[in-house]
């Protein structure tokens, strides 16, 4: 999963950042609402955290703007303005969830994922497909009740597909969940992920199948 943080303060977007990553996130950072405008409507994210006082434009302007192009994605305002009266404006202007600093990190975290589930239509952290379970808050996998050993990188590609079953979904789509502005993966990787993947789960009975020129889909073998 991929989250933009649009930050100005560079020490307090540094520390959300590696935390998130440290939890399992692509992340990366804009400092201005300019920036993240355009990142966001040219490239793949899961969720955005904006603060309000960014330099160029005032977060919830920015929310706005990204509402009016039918910008669907989570929103999640991060922010030292921790009023009611400013936390009834954030979510009415379209946020998801509105978040006052000082704040703690596991709660962020904890916050992140029941969007991005709420945005998939999954009301657990336990993603299930068949005998296969994906526990997004442990971070733990098992697959015929067995501990399933996986990379991040293997984690991610799962958990996405997971998370779209049973839609398909793009090799684009993986490829910039995997791969912030500070790293670069080429499709081909894609691939080897995936075949490395299917090698540890289709022995379990779970397919991940092509769907030739569009991506990829989750699916339970059959026997």
Known sequence: MRILVVEDDSLVASGIKQGLINAGYTTDVASTAKHAEIHLREENFDLVIIDIGLPDMDGLTLVQRLRNQQMRLPVLILTARGSMEDTVAGLNIGADDYMAKPFRLPELIARIRALIRRTHSVTSSQLQHDQLILN????????????????????????ILLMASPKV???NKLLQSLTGWDKHITPNAIEVHISRLRAKIDPGGIKIRTVRGIGYRIDQSIS
Not at 139 to 159: K, M, N, S, V
């Open 136 to 159: 997004t808050a442990t971070h733990t996998a098992t697959l015929h009740g067995q501990p399933l050993l996986l990379t991040t990188r293997e984690w991610t590609i799962l958990e």
């Open 169 to 171: 979904v793009s090799k």
